[in-house]
């Protein structure tokens, strides 16, 4: 396949995009899916809405693929990661000594639900990987027999650290703990296959590595699972018999649809299937390819100066996120100085972090170590 896809973005040719690890910038395909929403909106309103709602369908689709559900009905259309973590953090029927294992690297949105339930007696194991020789195996250990959930981001949004998923799903399997896995730095970037990891409850944003908008995620909660979290929110939407106004008896859905209580977010639905559309037709074999190959340039071009420091551990299944420091100087200051010369990056972890997708010509990538170069030569005091 063409690995030119020069023609799917239209980035101003001054941008170095390498922040798809926070918020990505759309395809023009995406664009233009907006704007035909938009203007069908304005010009005939909700005339075409039997359309609008196979497009919702189509989505649930693609998503159920890209995470190789068993089914659509295994799949939510939810607001962000963190209301569908909520769902599950407020859904689970705790008992007071319960145990939740996690790390002390999550992002909040995989913190915070879950440090809310202190109230309920129920702690959580925050585990340290860092200089771990075996983070999976770190996080194993700490499973007990009151650990009623594990929960752990595929990739850690600061640092870059993978664990084993497929090797966590075993476990908790076979010692009867939930397993969730916050996969919003992962799904858009690899192959996902929440069958292979054996997980209960998967969650992502769109606007990250699906390329989609903010306010607009999915949830995947496993077939068998579904009953096992009661629901904290209720509406016209997540009935088994959605459309029927009139009818005064209600049941919940028997799909993962329970967890979408009211009106869909139409716009953004347009918009990520779109998105999604783009990623589905190269193949994520491809996609990942691309991004694991601009991921290990990345690493090569800081390991290759002595004057930095690479933060984030090679993994061998490859790296979408990068993050490194200066080993003497200001690390603050390069950032300020790349972000005044229109590099799109962030400081995370400690340092810079740098997340190319698999569209990042290598010229881009090429221009921001320029760049640092330059700033090393007007800061000599660095080295």
């Known amino acids: 396949m063409n690995n030119d896809f020069s023609h799917e973005f239209n980035l101003d040719d001054d941008i170095i995009y390498l922040n798809h690890a926070a918020v990505a910038p759309w395809p023009v395909r995406t664009e233009q899916a907006v704007n035909d929403f938009c203007r069908e909106n304005v010009t005939i309103g909700s005339k075409k809405y ?46 007071a000594g319960d145990n939740i294992v996690t790390s002390d690297e999550e992002f909040p949105s995989n913190m915070i639900p879950w440090e809310s339930l202190v109230e309920q007696n129920i702690s959580v194991k925050k585990i340290s990987l860092k200089n771990c020789a075996d983070p999976t195996d770190a996080l194993i250990q700490n499973i007990d027999d009151n650990t009623r959930l594990l929960t752990i981001s595929s990739v850690q949004y600061a640092s870059g650290l993978q664990v084993d998923l497929e090797r966590l799903g075993r476990v908790c399997e076979e010692k009867n703990v939930l397993f969730c896995i916050d996969a919003i730095q992962s799904i858009g970037a690899f192959p996902v296959d929440v ?25 995947y909660c496993r077939q068998q699972a579904l009953d096992k979290l009661e629901l904290t929110q209720y509406g016209w939407h997540m009935v088994e018999d959605m459309g029927n106004y009139d009818n005064p008896i209600w049941e919940t859905a028997s799909s993962a649809r329970r967890f979408e209580c009211g009106s869909p977010n139409m716009l953004s639905i347009h918009a990520l299937s779109a998105s999604l559309s783009l990623l589905l037709e190269i193949g994520m074999q491809t996609v990942s390819k691309n991004v694991i190959e601009r991921g290990q340039y990345c690493v090569d071009k800081i390991q290759q100066n002595s004057a930095f420091k690479l933060l984030t551990n090679p993994n061998k299944n490859g790296n979408n996120i990068i993050v490194f420091k200066l080993k003497n100087g200001d690390t603050n200051a390069l950032f300020e100085y790349l972000t005044a010369n229109n590099v799109v990056c ?16 290598y010229e881009v990538i090429d221009k921001s170590f320029t760049l640092i170069d330059r700033f090393l030569e007007d800061n000599s005091n660095v080295n």
């Open 50 to 95: 039997a359309h609008w709602l196979r497009v919702e369908s189509h989505l649930k689709e693609q998503l159920a693929t890209l995470l190789n559900a068993q089914s659509v009905d295994e799949i939510a259309l939810v607001k962000n990661t963190s209301e569908a973590l909520s769902f599950v953090a407020y859904g689970i029927g705790w008992a």
């Open 195 to 219: 069958q292979r990891y054996k997980a209960d409850f998967m969650m992502a944003d769109g606007h990250k590595w699906m390329l989609g908008p903010e306010g607009l995620g999915v949830f």
């Open 346 to 361: 962030a400081k995370r972890g400690g340092g810079i972090r740098f997340s190319p997708h698999f569209y990042t010509p």
